[in-house]
C-alpha cells in the first residue's frame, strides 16, 4: 500500500468504526429500551442508528479517487 493511501485510509478506519460502534450502540438501546416512553424512545434510538449508517456509506465515498474502500465497510451495514 503507497504510504499516502495509509495516511488517508486510517482515519477513514478510525471514522468507520465509531460510526458502526454507534449504530451499534443505538440498536442495542432500541433492544433493550423499557418503560412508559419506551416507543417513542426506541423509534428515536432506531433513527439515529440510521443516521449511522448513512454516515458510515458516505465515508468510504469521499475519496473515490482511492485504490481500496476502508476496512469493515460492508461488514457495517446492518438491518
Request: proline letters at 8%.
Amino acid at each position: 500500500m503507497v504510504p499516502e493511501t495509509k495516511k488517508l485510509l486510517t482515519p477513514l478506519n478510525e471514522g468507520l468504526e465509531m460510526e458502526c460502534a454507534s449504530q451499534i450502540q443505538y440498536l442495542t438501546q432500541a433492544a433493550i429500551t423499557k418503560g412508559s416512553y419506551a416507543e417513542r424512545l426506541i423509534g428515536r434510538f432506531k433513527e439515529i442508528a440510521g443516521d449511522e449508517a448513512e454516515h458510515a456509506d458516505i465515508l468510504p465515498d469521499d475519496h473515490p479517487s482511492l485504490a481500496e474502500k476502508p476496512t469493515g465497510y460492508s461488514e457495517c451495514n446492518l438491518p
